[in-house]
C-alpha cells in the first residue's frame, strides 16, 4: 500500500496536508483518519512537493480545541519568519479529518489522540530532525499535558525531543455553577457511560463566534461547517472524557518540560454580543485556567493578556501583537536553535514563586501591561 503524500491544503499555497491513517473507529463510526499540516514558505507561489522542511533544528505542533480545527495562517506564517519549522494537527473527527456520518469530535477518552499526537511528532522528527514546541488551544490545550504525562508515567519517549509547551486559554475546569462540577459531573459520568452520543443541553451562543468571523464583523475567514458560529453539539460521552481529563489534571501532572500558559484578563458570560464581548474570554473561565495552572509540574508561567479573546491569537491586532511578543520572547529560551533551555530567561524577569501543587516546581504568574 501507498504511503500517503503531502498535498495542497485547503488554505491554499504555503500549506500541505497530510493524512494520518488510524484505521477503524473504536466508537464505531468508521474509518477514521488525522490530518497534518505543515507550513512551507518557500513554496507559497509554487505547487505542492513531497519536500522535507529546511533543518532548523526548532518545529512546533499545534494542537486545536473543541468546535475548531488549523485556519490561523497567521500564526503558522510568524513562527516560519522567525526560523521556525510549523506543523499543526487536526485530530480524529475535526476540521479536515471529519468525514459524513461522524459525530464531530466525538471519542470516549481523550487519550485515544495519543496515537495521532505520536504520529504527527514521528512525521514532524522525520521532516526536520527538530526539537518541538507543543502549543495547544482550549481543549487542546488539556489533551497536550495530560499526553506528556502520561509518556512520564510510561516511560514511553516521544519519537522527537519536546522542548517547551505553550497552552492558550486551557481547558483546565468546568465553568459554570459549582453544581455542574459536583452533582452534574456525576451524572453526566453515569450518562456518558451508558449513552454516550446522549446530546447535553447547553445554552449555545453566537458570542465568541460573533467575535470572531467576517460574516458577523469579526477579522477571521474560516470554514463554518468546522466551526459554527454556536458550536458542535456536546456529547455527553465526549463531556465524560473531558472531567476525567480535568480530574486527572487537578490531582497533578508532570510534563516534563517548561511551559507558558496565555489566558486573558477576564471572563464574560452573555449571550448578548458587544463591545465587552471582543475583549474578553467568552467560553473559560479564567480564573479557573489561573487556577489549575500549577498542576502541570515542572516550570511553569502564566501570562494574563488584556483584551484577549478566548483564543487569545485570535484578539485584535495590538493585543495579539503583545501575546506574540509574549510567546517570541518565551521561545527564545525554550527553543534556542538545537541547545539547552536557559531557565533564567524562560520566566520573563518575574520572581518564581511556588506552586501550591507541586511544591519542587516553579510557578510564576505575570501582569501583563
Known amino acids: 500500500m501507498t504511503s500517503p503524500a503531502w498535498h495542497r491544503d485547503v488554505l491554499g499555497p504555503g500549506f500541505e496536508a497530510l493524512r494520518i491513517p488510524l484505521g477503524d473507529d473504536p466508537d464505531g463510526e468508521g474509518e477514521i483518519t488525522a490530518t ?9 507561489d509554487a505547487p ?38 510549523f506543523y499543526a494537527l487536526d485530530l480524529r473527527k475535526c476540521g479536515r479529518s471529519l468525514r459524513p456520518g461522524q459525530t464531530p469530535h466525538f471519542v470516549r477518552d481523550l487519550a485515544v489522540y495519543d496515537e495521532e499526537l505520536t504520529g504527527a511528532l ?12 507543543l502549543m495547544g488551544h482550549s481543549t487542546g490545550g488539556l489533551i497536550l499535558p495530560l499526553w506528556l504525562d502520561r509518556m512520564r508515567r510510561d516511560a514511553a519517549p516521544p519519537p522527537a525531543p519536546v522542548s517547551g509547551l505553550v497552552l492558550n486559554s486551557p481547558w483546565f475546569d468546568l465553568q459554570g455553577p459549582p453544581y455542574l462540577r459536583s452533582v452534574g459531573t456525576v451524572a453526566v459520568d453515569v450518562l456518558g457511560r451508558t449513552r454516550p452520543t446522549t446530546v447535553i443541553p447547553t445554552a449555545l451562543s453566537e458570542v465568541y463566534g460573533a467575535a470572531l468571523s467576517a460574516t458577523h464583523g469579526g477579522e477571521w475567514t474560516y470554514d463554518l461547517d468546522w466551526k459554527p458560529l454556536t458550536g458542535f453539539p456536546v456529547t455527553a460521552g465526549w463531556l465524560r472524557a473531558v472531567r476525567h481529563g480535568h480530574a486527572r489534571l487537578h490531582r497533578g501532572l508532570d510534563v516534563g518540560v517548561p511551559s507558558l500558559v496565555l489566558r486573558s484578563t477576564r471572563s464574560v458570560f452573555t449571550t448578548m454580543p458587544s463591545q465587552a464581548t471582543r475583549s474578553a474570554d467568552t467560553v473559560l473561565d479564567v480564573d479557573q485556567i489561573a487556577r489549575w495552572s500549577g498542576c502541570l509540574g515542572g516550570q511553569n508561567t502564566v501570562v494574563p493578556i488584556d483584551g484577549a479573546l478566548h483564543d487569545v491569537f485570535l484578539s485584535s491586532p495590538g493585543v495579539r501583537a503583545h501575546a506574540f511578543r509574549v510567546l517570541d520572547r518565551w521561545t ?15 520566566a520573563l524577569g518575574a520572581a518564581p514563586a511556588p506552586s501550591d501543587h507541586h511544591d519542587s516546581h516553579e510557578h510564576t504568574e505575570e501582569n501583563a501591561r
Open 332 to 346: 527564545d529560551a525554550v527553543l534556542p536553535g538545537a541547545g539547552s533551555v536557559d531557565p533564567d530567561r524562560i
Open 48 to 85: 505542492a512537493a513531497d519536500a522535507t522542511a529546511p533543518d532548523t533544528g526548532r518545529a512546533v505542533l499545534y494542537v486545536h480545541g473543541f468546535t475548531d480545527y488549523f485556519f490561523q495562517r497567521h500564526l503558522a506564517e510568524h513562527f516560519t519568519a522567525r526560523g521556525v519549522a
Open 36 to 44: 497534518l499540516v505543515r507550513c512551507n514558505p518557500a513554496e507559497f
Open 122 to 133: 514521528a512525521r514532524i522528527h522525520a521532516d526536520t530532525g527538530a526539537r518541538v514546541l
